[in-house]
T-cell receptor, first 113, second 110 residues
């Protein structure tokens, strides 16, 4: 059973471009979570999704950030018009329905030039 | 909502010495507690978790933690560390969503 997959592992964007981060949960997991880790800081919750539904987006910045988890395919975290402050590691986690333990992917390290 | 405080940002320790990483949480409802480890440039790996039952929880790699409800603490311990334990350690608590502490960097020296 493959773990949580994230791609790309490293992403470089120039200011103003769009960044798309993908997350494939573990097989059988229907819950996906996105976290952001800024340099020298812990992980901050961004958004919690189930298939085709956003359950909790209280940690998402109000502008430029969006997330989806379609019926088919990976979950996508999209950042439009990136700025240097968006440079961070973005981690995805998944869990089976009704479980509290989350399994983390290896992360995508976004660098905005 | 929970908040998690890790009291030490950096913990240097010599190989084969014991280590304790402190974690306190605040919550008005039942809480589940976790410790994760992050090796350089990698994702988070679960060390151990407390959901219910025995307050002393044993995890992987020789780590253990004790849930203390009266002190709202969940400190992580290992009696004898190895060089390979050098990593960042995160305490986390969840009710409806996972809240992380700021992390503790453990550096093990020979």
């Amino acid at each position: 059973n493959a773990g949580v997959m994230q791609n790309p592992r490293h992403l470089v964007r120039r200011r103003g471009q769009e960044a798309r981060l993908r997350c494939s949960p573990m097989k059988g997991h229907s819950h996906v979570y996105w976290y952001r880790q800024l340099p020298e800081e812990g992980l901050k919750f961004m958004v919690y999704l189930q298939k085709e539904n956003i359950i909790d987006e209280s940690g998402m910045p109000k502008e430029r950030f969006s997330a989806e988890f379609p019926k088919e395919g990976p979950s996508i975290l999209r950042i439009q018009q990136v700025v240097r402050g968006d440079s961070a590691a973005y981690f995805c986690a998944s869990s089976p329905q009704g479980e509290n333990e989350q399994f983390f992917g290896p992360g995508t390290r976004l660098t905005v030039l | 909502a929970q908040s998690v405080t890790q009291l030490d940002s950096q913990v240097p320790v010599f190989e084969e010495a014991p280590v304790e990483l402190r974690c306190n949480y605040s919550s008005s409802v039942s809480v589940y507690l976790f410790w994760y480890v992050q090796y350089p440039n990698q994702g988070l790996q679960l060390l151990l978790k407390y959901l219910s039952g025995s307050t002393l929880v044993k995890g992987i790699n020789g780590f253990e933690a004790e849930f203390n409800k009266s002190q709202t603490s969940f400190h992580l311990r290992k009696p004898s560390v190895h060089i390979s334990d050098t990593a960042e350690y995160f305490c986390a608590a969840t009710g409806s969503k996972l809240s992380f502490g700021a992390g503790t960097t453990v550096t093990v020296r020979a």
